[in-house]
């Protein structure tokens, strides 16, 4: 019981009425609130990086990273048009920063996440400790952490961030606040928090209170030499051929409680069995190239390129090189909430 044209004229002049009252009769939409499996309009897409990086090195001549303090150019979903969304739940843009060039320090509720496409000795601050960027790593910025990035390099750098500003719209729990100077002081040496944190041993009275992971960093070539290691083994899953999950060392669980990260190996030539989640997925082609076909859509990727798999479509990846492959999505949240659910076939 849907269709206007299948009321009564009675029931009409009576949803009008109610209307004024704030009402509205549960009938007319349970079955487009209540549906039997994800609808989204969020969209399967693919981003080039050629295209990509041309548009965000011309946004480079256009305005600086101070007056922008974020300039980012949004990947838009186009069944969000206008939203700054890259899935329902989340945000993505490319962000440039020139050499000598500094974003400003600022935090906010949001979570953020980083991953490096292209450059080498940039560096982002969070908390009162820098970190040096290189290709592929895999960086955070915690929620509500002083966060400014600087280039002391002698080429552009250029990130992917991923943020959860969707999520915390849809709660409407967004501060935001400025720090007082573009730079926050450091007041920890370089490397410490992936020593104390990252090197498998925790200091022995350490306990934390808190849900996001104690590490800012997730150096590439920690998880490529892993990959490298592990396919040796030659054991595949067949929809993710060889998938890690990106951890907070304190627990184990995703390094940040909003977002979820991951990296896989697909061999060259591997085929993934049809494969469904409902967590809609932001994927980087990071080194190989191949084909992802999901439902209807056939997608193209090589380095860099970047695509979107909405919530509960299927997913087919063909790996024609060797392939890796740096993802992220909404995940925790939904594992959180009870509502996460795949399907493999
Ligand atoms: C932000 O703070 C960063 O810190 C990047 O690099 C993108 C998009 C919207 C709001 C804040 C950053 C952002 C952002």
Known sequence: MNKNSEESPERLAYYERIRADNLAPLWQVFSTLITKEPKSDCQAHLWRYSMLRERILEAGNLISAKEAERRVLILENPGFAGEARITTSLFSGLQLVLPGEVAPAHRHSQSALRFIMEGSGGQTAVDGERTIMEEGDFVITPPWSWHDHGNE????????????????????????????????????????????????????????????????????????????????RDEWDPCHGLKMRYTNPNDGGHAMPTIGSFIQLLPKGFSTERYRTTDATVFVCVEGKGKTRIGRTHLDWGPKDIFVVPSWQPVVHEAAEETILFSFSDRPVQEKLALWREKRG
């Open 153 to 232: 390099s002698d080429a552009p750098m250029i990130w992917l961030d991923g943020l959860d500003i969707p999520l915390v719209r849809f709660f409407d729990t967004s501060f935001a606040e400025g720090y007082p100077e573009d730079e926050q002081p450091i007041d920890t040496p370089d490397g410490d928090s992936s020593a104390r944190y990252g090197a498998n041993m925790l200091p022995v009275d350490y306990k934390s209170s808190s849900p996001v992971s104690p590490l800012f960093a997730y150096p590439y070539a920690r998880a490529r030499e892993a990959l490298e290691a592990m396919k040796q």
